[in-house]
């Protein structure tokens, strides 16, 4: 099979795009092509495949075309409206509140929605849209949120794109350390650090969740990272799959990852 051939269909994608298709391997809808750096990624996400993922396609878009945030991701099921970009005082709501900086390219990671909520999307390891969660503005703390909310809403809604894995990658400089945490503010918080952050949207690790971050780097530093009071699920988690990883570090926070006033506090309990 020449890759490069197979992916002729996608080289129209624009640099940060993606597009969902067929694996020229196992015929399943788990492919997954990406614009990235004037090249093409892909990756098929059905785990019985045996296409490894990797870089593809030309150069022709490289330097003509500067990296943007992704675009906004169209309505889901039972959420009407756009997203829209955070104003001045969401952003400085996220760095007083929970040390993360929303300026520059950091600013796709939040978006809010017509009914007042934020939107936070999914995206996986080569950017891939993987889907949204839309998240009620109720944290308490200080400052206190600018944002009123739908309060008739559920606290959390997530939508996810056909099969993709529920979980989302926030990808930073360090790529041989990944902190898994709970929630996407945690890994937010975690990113702004300097430290690859990965989003489980619970406590729930699965296989899929394995083989995402084996996919990532099999030889990067695993810091399981649950909320203080999901220690003994961590415990379990811990116990069935730190052997398939080259290195496994269980954490104990003493609150969640989001609500350390200290950096430095925070990289001790992780153990980084």
């Not at 606290?155 to 990658?169: R, Y």
Request: net charge negative.
């Amino acid at each position: 099979m020449n890759i490069n051939i197979e992916l002729l269909d996608y080289n129209d994608l624009q640099e940060g795009q993606t597009r969902q298709g067929n694996c020229p391997v196992c015929g399943k809808r788990k492919f997954y092509v990406t614009r990235k750096q004037g090249k093409l990624a892909y990756i098929c996400h059905r785990a019985s495949c045996g296409l490894d993922p990797g870089y593809a396609g030309d150069d022709r878009y490289a330097g003509a075309v500067i990296r943007s945030t992704p675009a906004n991701l169209p309505p889901r099921k039972r959420w009407d409206g756009c997203f829209f970009p955070c104003t001045e005082e969401d952003v400085s709501y996220f760095d007083e509140r929970f040390g993360i900086n929303l300026y520059g390219d950091r600013g796709y990671w939040v978006r809010m929605t017509e009914g007042d909520c934020y939107a936070f999307p999914l995206y996986g390891i080569y950017d891939e849209d993987r889907g949204v969660v839309i998240r009620q503005p109720t944290w308490g703390g200080y400052p206190p949120c600018p944002r009123e909310g739908d309060g008739g809403k559920a606290k959390s809604l997530t939508f996810l794109e056909g099969d993709a894995i529920k979980a989302g990658w926030y990808h930073a400089k360090d790529k041989d350390t990944v902190v898994v945490v709970e929630d996407q503010v945690s890994a937010m918080r975690i990113a702004s650090m300097g430290y690859t952050a990965y989003a489980l949207l619970g406590t729930y690790f699965s296989d899929d969740n394995y083989r995402d971050l084996i996919q990532f780097n099999p030889n990067a530093s695993i810091h399981l990272a649950l909320d203080a009071d999901a220690y003994d699920k961590a415990i379990k988690i811990t116990r069935k799959y730190r052997g398939g990883f080259k290195y496994w570090i269980l954490c104990n926070l003493s609150r969640d990852p989001k609500d350390y006033n200290l950096n430095e506090e925070l990289e001790k309990d992780l153990r980084i």
